[in-house]
């Protein structure tokens, strides 16, 4: 896994995050590369947001997965994401263009 990032991507130790968009949703979505030491290899998470940007933010198993359980707070959301990933909330990857995500 390279760590060359843009305003829509990002990675860190082995933790790739890409942000997107849809014609109804914002999401980042996270992947754990398949040799990484300190995670869960191979694990996906994603958090997901009205394309306005300002309902609460979903936590999901993949990005066009069920819904895990919604936040108001992205660093909430973050803490939710680096549980399933098995890492530091401070170890995720955000990229520039998901930053303002949360309300």
């Keep these: 896994m390279s760590d060359e990032t843009d305003d829509r991507t990002a990675a860190e130790q082995g933790i790739r995050a890409t942000y997107t968009e ?16 300190a995670a869960r290899p191979g694990a996906t998470a994603a958090i997901a947001q009205n394309i306005e940007g300002y309902a609460m933010l979903k936590v999901r198993p ?42």
């Excluded at 849809?22 to 996270?30: D, G, Q, V, W, Y």
């Design 22 to 37: 849809t014609e109804s949703e914002r999401r980042l979505a996270f992947e754990v590369a398949d040799d990484a030491a």
């Design 62 to 103: 993949t990005a066009d997965g069920d819904e895990l359980e919604r936040y108001y707070g992205f660093d909430m959301a973050l803490d939710h994401v680096a549980e399933l990933l098995g890492v530091a909330p401070h170890d995720l990857p955000v990229p520039a263009a998901a930053d303002d995500m949360g309300m």
